[in-house]
T-cell receptor, first 114, second 115 residues
Framework: AQSVTQLGSHVSVSEGALVLLRCNYSSSVPPYLFWYVQYPNQGLQLLLKYTSAATLVKGINGFEAEFKKSETSFHLTKPSAHMSDAAEYFCAVSDRNTGNQFYFGTGTSLTVIP | EAGVAQSPRYKIIEKRQSVAFWCNPISGHATLYWYQQILGQGPKLLIQFQNNGVVDDSQLPKDRFSAERLKGVDSTLKIQPAKLEDSAVYLC?????????????FGPGTRLTVL
């Protein structure tokens, strides 16, 4: 079965600083990978996804993520944090071979300090 | 395009009571999912429908949870009787086709509090 590890349940950055949210997966076959954002009292919104095209994926709101097979990682970055980026971020994987069940990480809460 | 609709948004019940949640997916989306998101955790899949058939319900506590999607469109998730540990946000999602790389579109969720 797939599993996802998000290191750091809480991350704080200053406004304008680099955002780095970590995600590692366990799979012998590179899966499909997703980052979702969840604002308070809302559902999940897709930020970006990796589906075996370019390893550097650009998403909405200035976020991007790089798939690194050797490190089984798919870390999310943004060069300059904005106050509106404060939210919960979830990494998810979907197994290419067994269907489209998503396995989510436990989430990382991002705080942006003015 | 309208998104995934869920109701109610909030529900408070006492333990041993029953509760039902409703979800209307994006028009034309064949696959519908129900997730349970406990505070501080990621969403966990409860059940997946393809049209009106169940694809995966391996993590659904069938002694108290049930779900149906009779006409292959909207769906209802029921808990009877509720326990304290059922307090969570219940998310509904849909996708246009049952392939692994398809984005799942999520509704706003129903926050259930069991007292």
């Amino acid at each position: 079965a797939q599993s996802v590890t998000q290191l750091g349940s809480h991350v704080s950055v200053s406004e304008g600083a680099l955002v780095l949210l970590r995600c590692n997966y366990s799979s012998s076959v590179p899966p499909y990978l997703f980052w979702y954002v969840q604002y308070p009292n809302q559902g999940l919104q897709l930020l970006l996804k990796y589906t075996s095209a370019a390893t550097l994926v650009k998403g909405i709101n200035g976020f991007e993520a790089e798939f690194k097979k050797s490190e089984t990682s798919f870390h999310l970055t943004k060069p300059s944090a904005h106050m509106s980026d404060a939210a919960e971020y979830f990494c998810a994987v979907s197994d290419r071979n067994t269907g489209n069940q998503f396995y989510f990480g436990t989430g990382t809460s991002l705080t942006v300090i003015p | 395009e309208a998104g995934v609709a869920q109701s109610p948004r909030y529900k408070i019940i006492e333990k041993r009571q029953s509760v039902a949640f409703w979800c209307n997916p994006i028009s034309g989306h064949a696959t519908l999912y129900w997730y349970q998101q406990i505070l501080g955790q990621g969403p966990k899949l409860l059940i997946q429908f393809q049209n009106n058939g169940v694809v995966d319900d391996s993590q659904l506590p069938k002694d108290r949870f049930s779900a149906e999607r009779l006409k292959g469109v909207d769906s209802t998730l029921k808990i009877q009787p509720a326990k304290l540990e059922d307090s969570a946000v219940y998310l509904c999602a849909s996708s246009p086709f049952g392939s692994p790389n398809n984005e799942q579109f999520f509704g706003p969720g129903t926050r259930l509090t069991v007292l």
